[in-house]
């Protein structure tokens, strides 16, 4: 008796190094280039791949079960993925959940983006750990014809994330105001229902829930594009300042919006309050520097030590570049740091309400650890104004 047919592969995975890896295409056809990284969260599919700071990379998600409980409007970060696309291990059953609207192949093809299934990820995470994150083609086609030299090409002529500004890619078009609030609480706290302190949020790849935790801490929402100036955000009388998250590497970011957050801190006492990509932003316009990672931090389950309160949060992180800890300047301390490899995951400017994380105290998908930092943000602009 001979073994049944294997199923023609319709995807394929190419690596700069020549490495290929076929699998079963889903979502959109076509083709894709951009960094790959892997993810080891164990759930939150939809918000991962809709998180604007996955511009320029595909995803490969460790947890082998992705596309199980289908997707709802709710869940997207912003309104379309952002990921250029994603690899899983298993190919998405049909959806088992009560929020189900659409199964993930239908809303990926839908929003043009591309997956392959059936891929040994294991294998796969192991190269991206031994390599850093590598330049990577993805490839999807029903009758499964594929070019591997033109793929493998394709992605060795990716340029890479380093010198990349996506912030101007993912953020608002238009200035708007934000008043959603979280969903759920995180154990030991409420939502404070008045919005008693006005703060701008400079949108450079925001996801919706770091939006809703400010909300929900109390805070009145502007927000504003990437490129505002310090004119623009001080049009609008703030108690205090957000810096987003966001894609690419900070130092190009960073040409832009560092003068105007030097502005901000040269000229006002305002509170400042910075996640990931807005965390690279203020330490740069502190005068420290950012370094490329090798394969970066993507889970939900990165340990990070609080040297203020000694405690061990576990968090969200989402990140490929890092700040330089060691080159912070006097008057500038490290407040927070990762256990997994001792990098830099928070900055704080001495006796100033000036300070910013690495990590995502947001979640979404992740643990609730850090939300403290939300109120303490709040608590500050109730200082300032006191
Ligand atoms: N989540 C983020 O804001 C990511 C910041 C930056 N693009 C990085 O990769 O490090």
Excluded at 148 to 171: N, P, Q, Y
Excluded at 188 to 197: D, I, L, M, N, S
Excluded at 235 to 253: C, E, M, Q, R, Y
Excluded at 322 to 331: F, K
Aim: aromatic fraction near 8%; proline fraction near 7%.
């Amino acid at each position: 008796m001979s073994a049944p047919a294997r199923p023609r592969p319709t995807a394929c995975l190419a690596l700069a190094d020549g490495s290929i890896f076929y699998g079963m295409g889903f979502g959109a056809t076509g083709q894709t280039v951009a960094e790959l990284c892997f993810n080891t969260a164990m759930t939150g599919y939809q918000e991962i791949m809709t998180d604007p700071s996955y511009a320029g990379q595909i995803v490969t998600f460790t947890f082998p079960h992705i596309g199980n409980v289908g997707t709802n409007p709710e869940d997207d970060e912003t309104g379309d993925p952002v990921a250029a696309g994603m690899v899983v291990k298993w190919m998405p059953t049909t959806p088992s959940s009560w929020r189900n609207i659409q199964p993930l192949s239908d809303w990926l093809a839908a929003r043009g983006r591309i997956a392959i299934g059936g891929i040994d990820t294991r294998r796969l995470t192991r190269a991206i750990r031994q390599q850093g994150a590598p330049h990577a083609a993805l490839a999807h086609d029903p009758d499964g014809n594929f070019d591997i030299e033109a793929l493998v090409a394709t992605a060795r002529s990716f340029a890479g994330l380093e010198g990349m500004d996506l912030a101007k890619d993912v953020t608002c078009a238009q200035t708007y105001r934000w008043n959603e609030m979280r969903w759920a609480w995180p154990d030991g706290y409420a939502p404070q229902t008045e919005a008693k302190h006005k703060v701008v949020a400079v949108d450079y790849g925001a996801k919706r829930n770091i939006l809703r935790c400010l909300a929900s801490a109390g805070c009145d929402v502007t927000v504003l594009p990437a490129t505002a100036t310090y004119d623009d955000i001080m049009a609008h009388k703030p108690d205090g300042v957000f810096l987003s998250n966001g894609p690419g590497d900070p130092a190009a970011t960073g040409a832009y919006a560092v003068p105007m957050i030097r502005d901000v801190l040269d000229k006002t006492d305002l509170p400042v309050f910075g996640i990931c990509l807005g965390h690279q932003m203020l330490a740069l316009a502190l005068g420290a520097t950012t370094v490329k990672m090798s394969h970066g931090h993507h889970g939900a389950n990165h340990p990070v030590k609080d040297y203020d309160t000694g405690k061990v949060e576990i968090t969200s992180m989402n990140h490929g570049f890092a700040v330089d800890g060691q080159s912070l300047p006097e008057g500038v301390r490290e407040t927070h740091v990762s256990l997994f490899d001792g990098s830099n995951c928070g900055i704080r400017v001495d006796g100033r309400p000036v300070w910013s994380v690495q990590h995502h105290p947001e979640a979404s998908p992740g643990p609730q650890d850090s939300y403290y930092l939300f109120e303490r943000f709040s608590e500050a602009m109730a200082a300032r104004n006191a």
